[in-house]
């Protein structure tokens, strides 16, 4: 049958044609990514969880990754972190694990949850054993890179967001595998973990490396998820049975409160509306300073400059030149006690974790690490007291590197009995006899 003749539009419809074409496109791939018949949806939730079924790539990737995070800590080194986590694999059995809360398909649910478990625990091994490396080879004296990426941090929970956002989107919408996005969730996902595993194999990172860092993940892995759920609502994919509502609602519960408890929100939310009072300050010196709730603040309470008081060398004396016999004294003599600052030598002496950091200011990062029975020299009359933690300004010698900054006082001892080792509001007064 012969077609009929088409005629070119007029000047004025391209425009409608155009915008009309477009528009019917975008309605088809609606049509497609969210269908509304039950066995199209049905179809579409086989075909999205194939795609992010784990398979063995997963594994070998992260232990390539993990093995590349763990030299990067070992080294110091942000660079290597960043090439860690671009060797990740693909976070497609993660976007599974939402897939199967919202599809309330249990059995996918504990497949992909367990492939992700044991593929993060691949991280932890290998931040543990090059932790243990620096055992044998004692060559990173700082562990800063460690100690930032096991806190929190509010900017990162940004970023967070952002990439789960992304990567979810990316997954749905395209056949191809969402590779940069990925690698952004893998960053904050991972990176904590290798370093939990790091500071628990080093030894001297425990308390303040380890658990820190797990928690850390476990708080990133609940708010990526968090968000990965609530983007596949945005997308319509909702529950369409009672168990997909009762997986999904569980796991929100769960999600939230976690968060709220980890973070410390539902605390900040009870005291900021009345309904509790302010914890009591606590008198106990921790050996973790930077704990999680406290990293996510941006606020520091202003230290107290703090004075030691120490008996020191002898005394210079000033006076008047004698007088003769026969005339009286016009002047009493006057000696003036000039106190010069002693060093005083003292060991490292942890309860826990082998060892001891010096940290530039109290509280803040890591500038070197010392076992314990190390010796520093502890600078008199410069301590400070900041949330009830009494700091310490010490000098030490790293690699024949002269080294100094601030160790909490309770990881201290000395040979003989300081006086006054407490800081005080004031200097102690000269004395004048």
Known sequence: MEQPETFPPLENEPQQEFVSARA???RALRRVYFPTDKAERAALYAHLAKRAFPSYELFIFALVAGAIMGVGYFLNAPGVLVFGALAAPVLTPWIGISLAV??????????TVTALFVSSGL????GFLAGFATRIFPQPLTFNEAFTHSRLWWYELIVLAIGAILVTLSFVRSERNPYLPSAMVAYELFLPLAAAGFGLGSGVGIGEIWPQGVLVFLVHFAWATLFCILTLFFLRFYPASFGGFSLTGIILIVLIGW????????????????????????????????PLVAATSTRTPE?????????TSTPTATSTPKPTNTVPPTQTPTYTVTAEPTPIIALIRAAEGGGAFIREKPGGLVIATLSNGSSVVVVPNDLQEVNNTTWVHVIANVNDVRVEGWIIQSLLVTATPIPNWEPSATQPATSTP
């Open 123 to 126: 991280f932890l091994f290998t």
């Open 24 to 26: 019917r496109r975008r």
């Open 259 to 290: 968060l709220g408890i980890s973070t410390g929100a539902f605390d900040w939310l009870t005291t900021r509306t009345g309904l509790a009072a302010p914890p009591p300050a606590s008198t106990h010196q921790p050996t973790a300073t930077l």
């Open 303 to 311: 230290p107290a400059t703090a004075f030691l008081s120490i008996s």
């Open 102 to 111: 919202v599809a309330g398909a249990g059995r996918f649910f504990l497949q």
